[in-house]
Nanobody, 124 residues
C-alpha cells in the first residue's frame, strides 16, 4: 500500500521560512513526477510546484523565486523549501506522486497518490 507522509508544517511569521518533507513508501517514485499542491480555506486545491523524474522543477507563478522543490530518490522523498512566506501562503499543503507521469506538470489529475496534508500558517 502506497503512503505519502508529509511533515514540516507549522506557524511562522511573514517573511519566515519552512521546509516541508514528504516521504513515500510502498513503491518507488524515482522514475515519476512528484509535487506539492495546496488548499486554502474556501478555495480549490491549487498547484504549487512539481519536479520531474530527472529533477526538472516547475513552479506556480505565485511562488516562483521564493519556493524550491527538490527530491532525494534514494530516500523516496520530495521537499519544498519555502522562503519569504506571505500570509496568502497559508493553506494545507499536500504531497502528490504520479503513478506513470514522468514530466513536470501542474495538473492534479496527473497524480495518483496523495498525502494527508500538513498545515502551513503564516501570520502577518
Amino acid at each position: 500500500q502506497v503512503q505519502l507522509v508529509e511533515s514540516g508544517g507549522g506557524l511562522v511569521q511573514a517573511g519566515g521560512s519552512l521546509r516541508l518533507s514528504c516521504a513515500a513508501s510502498g513503491r518507488t517514485f524515482s522514475s515519476n513526477t512528484m509535487g506539492w499542491f495546496r488548499q486554502a480555506p474556501g478555495k480549490e486545491r491549487e498547484f504549487v510546484a512539481t519536479i520531474s523524474w530527472n529533477a526538472y522543477p516547475y513552479y506556480a507563478d505565485s511562488v516562483k523565486g521564493r519556493f524550491t522543490i527538490s527530491r532525494d530518490n534514494a530516500k523516496n522523498t520530495v521537499y519544498l523549501q519555502m522562503n519569504s512566506l506571505k500570509p496568502e501562503d497559508t493553506a494545507i499543503y499536500f504531497c502528490a506522486a504520479a503513478g506513470t507521469t514522468r514530466w513536470a506538470t501542474s495538473r492534479a489529475a496527473d497524480f495518483d497518490y496523495w498525502g494527508q496534508g500538513t498545515q502551513v500558517t503564516v501570520s502577518s
